[in-house]
């Protein structure tokens, strides 16, 4: 109930349309019965051969529900639908509103193809509920209370008969639909996002697949899903044929009782024969209104479902808060960052991933965190970047505390160059622009070239036009790498984050965009996390991480002369170095 609550305040912006295609559709429906009524009144007086006077008013009345009909479809239609696409217009920018704050800290237990349902599939589910379980109730007692009363002025039972069945009809097998829905309707919706939530992994990882010839077992899993989903699709055509065909019978069964209600009124004199024909049609065309009921019924279990699961998301609060009214950070000639005592708890684990963390960055300066895996060195960057509140501490910008920034504030002094940065399936000028939507093509050939694609853009077909394919496909290791420091260049940011931006290339292609790296952003301030320890000697601080702690920190000479951690894992370094490849020794 709170759900369908939730829903209707949706409509809140459109309650007249809404009531004026709830009209609109009950007139169509009276134009309908007005249009079969006429025309069976004509039909059987003229059978009674009274010549063309007495049939005038019957043939004005065809033509004008014939047209009219016609028109306030079109009308009813027109209404209804633009009402609706406007609504799933305005459902999908607040879902994708509330979505985006909690990117990525509280979406990293659902799986992509899950959202993607939730913001496509589970919207386009509420269609059927705004089109078909607002408006049609509402006409339909306007129908039902409409007729009852004109057939009523023939003789009350008659009324009385016709209203009960359109009741019975929209009211007793619509809740019958219900039920049957309420068994399938959700678990459909369940099993169908399991399903496309499958297929994304699936298609996402088919080169995977099919370089460990895992095919057939895929293809079996696939089946079984789909199995799933069809047997819940048959159990729910099988309920709406049943629910169809007693609604059939219902209008049929009215039928009968008008006709034996009626036939004596006929003997009796106080009806003429002829409106037999027309009482008859006048009940089986007022089921129009009350057909699509059960249908609506069956379908709004998984509508609510739907609102569910989309409400499952919206309303979980945001893993960090931005503070209601935000104060900006004082324009500086060096911005500087500055850290303390910083410490981290992932919700639902006990130990934390950081702790204590001390340093501070300003442009021109150069921090490199080393560690070992696990230690807490990709925290930090998410921490800095505001994707999760920490819980004792503080970072500073400028001398403001975190907590009185706005978060899209805070993010605009970071670029970020991350071991795998994600290139959308777009061209090349899409993917540079998102770091700085305004740059001109100047600017963009300046970062191009700048990170040393110069020629890889000129060998492409289109230049900036070019498309980089699905997670940037077309590129290698290392253009993407560089495609992603164009991109941080292009943000002007005073801070650049760079998380391991040379894992997966070779050492010499390391090295070279190290240097180009380090050469670009001589004047920003440079926190590199790396897990290999080559151009240390360029450091000003070297933060070694373990267990979420500072065990150690200098320059490379120092840490190297103290001989505690970094020592060690220089000397095991080397010797790696040495047995690969003398020539790779730095
Ligand atoms: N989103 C998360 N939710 C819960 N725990 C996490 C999350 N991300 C990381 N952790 C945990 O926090 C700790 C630090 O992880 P982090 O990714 O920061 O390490 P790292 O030093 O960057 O490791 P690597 O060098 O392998 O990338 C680890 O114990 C990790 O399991």
Known sequence: MRAILRLLGFLKPFWGWVTLSVLLNAATVFAGV???????????????QPGIAPLQVSIVGVRFFGISRAVLRYLERLVSHSVNFR??????????RRLEPLVPARLQDYRSGDVLQRAIGDIETLENFYVRVIAPPLSAILVTVGMGWFVGLVDWRLGMVLAGGLLTGGGGLSLLAYWIGQKWGGVYVQQRALLNAE????????????????????????????????RIQRHMVLGSGLVNGLMTFLSNFTLVLVLWLAIPLVNAGALEGYRLAVLAVLTLASFEAVNSLPQAAQLLSGNLESAKRLFEISDQSPAVNDPIDPQGTPAVEYPRLEVNKLT?????????????????????????????????KSTLIQLLLRFWDYDEGEIRLNGVGYQHLDSTHIRGYFGVVSATPYLFSATVRQNLLIARPDASDEALYHAIQTAGLTEWLKALPDGLESWVGEH???????????????????????????????????????IQLIRTIFDLFREQGVLWITHRLIEMDQMDEILVLQNGQIVERGNHHRLLAAGGVYSGLWQAQQRVLWNSGPQLLI
Do not use: C, H
């Open 87 to 96: 609504l799933l217009a305005q459902l999908r920018v607040w879902f994708y």
């Open 199 to 230: 297929m994304v992994g699936i298609i996402q990882g088919l080169a995977d697949i099919v370089a460990y010839s895992q095919e057939g077992r895929i293809k079996g899993d696939v089946e079984f899903s789909l199995t799933a989903v069809s």
């Open 344 to 376: 981290f708890t992932y919700p639902e684990l006990t130990l934390p991933a950081l702790r204590g963390i001390d340093f501070w960055l300003s442009p021109g300066r150069k921090i490199a965190v080393v560690g070992e895996s696990g230690a807490g």
């Open 34 to 48: 007005g249009l079969l009524g006429t025309s069976a009144d004509l039909i059987a007086r003229a059978a009674l």
């Open 472 to 510: 940037g496909q077309f590129l290698s290791g290392g253009e993407r790498q560089r495609l992603a420091v164009a991109r941080a260049l292009l943000s002007q940011a005073p801070f650049i984050l760079l998380d391991e931006p040379t894992a997966g290339l070779d050492s010499l292609n390391e």
